[in-house]
C-alpha cells in the first residue's frame, strides 16, 4: 500500500456555511429503490432536499424502449446518476437529461458489483482517473448543470490518502467542482455490494482531511449516516451529507430535514401528512395503469417507532399487489397506526 507523502497542498479555510447548497442534504442514488415513485414520496417530506435517481446506465438509457428518463418534475430537484465510461455516450445521455430538466448529472464511481465492473463503470473507474477526467470533460462540454462524481475512498489496495487525493485532482482539473464521497473503501472481488456497504470500516476522518486539503471543491460525505444529530455534525467538516438506506427505511427522517439544514421556520412533516399527500398521485398513477404495490413498497418504512407500524406493514403487503387495489388500501393501513 503507497504511504501517504508527497501529497498536494491547499490552503485550509472554512467549510461553507451556505445553507442553500444544492447539496448540503441529498438522499442517495439505491438500485430498485429510488425510482420515481419513491422519489415522489420522498418530496412530500421535505422540499429541499436533493433527491437521486438510480444508476441509469448509457446503454439503457440510448438503447431500451422504455424511457429511462422519465420523472415528474415535482420531484424536482433531482440529480441523474449516470452509469458508463464512454465519454460521447456520457456525453449525449447528460444532454438528454438536461433537456428533461434533471438539476445535476453525477457520475457513478462508487458502485462495487461485478456486473457493473463487467461494464466498465462503477467502482473500478477509480483506478482510471485519466478516463474518469475524460468522461467529465465531454459531460460538461455538453451541458449547463453540475457535473458530479460520487465515489469511494479507495479500491482494493489503492486506498492510502495520496491515492484519493491524485484522483480527485485530476478528476478536478477537468472540472469538477464536486464529490459525493462514500467514506469507505471498495473491494472489487470478495464481497457482494451489500458487504462492502457494511465491511469495510468506515473513514470519516479522510473525508474530512479531503476538505481541508481542496477547501474550494464542495465535498458532500456518505455512508452509516442516520440521524440529525450526526448530520449537523458531519456539516462542521464537509458542505453536503448524502444518506441512503435509513432515509428509504425510516423516511419520517426526510421530515425534519427542511426545518434542520435548511430554514427553521419550515414545519416538521409527519409520516401521516406525507401519505396523505400521496393519494393524489397514487390515484393519477392508477388510472395510467401503475399497479398500486410499484408505488406503495416504497411507503412500507413510513411509521417505524409508531405503533402500529407492524400492521401497516403487513396489511400493505397482504393487499396492494391485488388486482385493482387502489388507493383504499393505504386509507385502511393508516387506520392501525398511531402517531406519537
Sequence with gaps: MKQEKNLPHFSASSTSSNHFYRGRFSVAPMLDWTTRHCRYFHRQFTQHTLLYTEMVTTGAIIHAKYDHLDYDVAENPVALQLGGSDPGQLQYCAKKAEERGYQEINLNVGCPSDRVQNGMFGACLMGKADLVAQCVTQMQSAVNIPVTVKTRIGIDEFDSYEFLCDFVQKVHSAGCQEFIVHARKAWLSGLSPKENREIPPLNYERVYQLKKDFPHLLISINGGIKTIEEIQQ??????????????????????????????????????????EKMFPYIEQQLSQGVYLNHIARHMLGAFQQCKGARQWRRYISENAHKAHAGVEVIEKALSFVEEK
Design 234 to 275: 458531519h456539516l462542521h467538516h464537509v458542505d453536503g451529507i448524502m444518506v441512503g438506506r435509513e432515509a428509504y427505511q425510516n423516511p419520517a427522517l426526510l421530515g425534519y430535514i427542511d426545518q434542520a439544514l435548511f430554514d427553521p421556520t419550515c414545519a416538521i412533516v409527519t409520516p401521516r401528512q406525507a401519505v
